[in-house]
């Protein structure tokens, strides 16, 4: 679903209001950083189920396999995307518990 004739989804909407304030405070390289992951994992969890058209949708289901189709990543790079994931998880979607973390 497109929003206001642009190229962004509902989910991405969802994502860019919410991480307003986040990208205003802290240090302004890594929240950039941080949001464009947070980002990046909500396209490709959406190339992957297109049914999914909401951050509210997004369960452990997704973010398990998420890190099944990503084991190739470095540590490094998949601790800046649990980070990115965690800040959905928790303060976006006021989730109680911790998000699935990658096995590897």
């Known amino acids: 679903m497109l929003i206001w004739g642009n190229a962004m989804t509902k989910m991405e909407f969802e994502l860019n209001q919410a991480l307003h304030l986040f990208l205003r405070t802290g240090g302004k390289k890594n929240r950039r950083n941080q949001a464009e992951k947070m980002r ?22 997704q973010v398990n396999q998420f890190w099944r189709r990503n084991t190739h990543l470095a540590p490094s790079t998949k601790l800046a995307y649990y980070y990115a994931i965690n800040y959905i998880w928790q303060n976006i979607l006021r989730r109680a518990s911790l998000p699935p973390r990658s096995k590897n």
């Open 40 to 61: 990046s994992f909500c396209r490709e969890i959406q190339k992957q189920d297109p049914r999914i058209r909401s951050l509210g949708q997004i369960g452990r289901k």
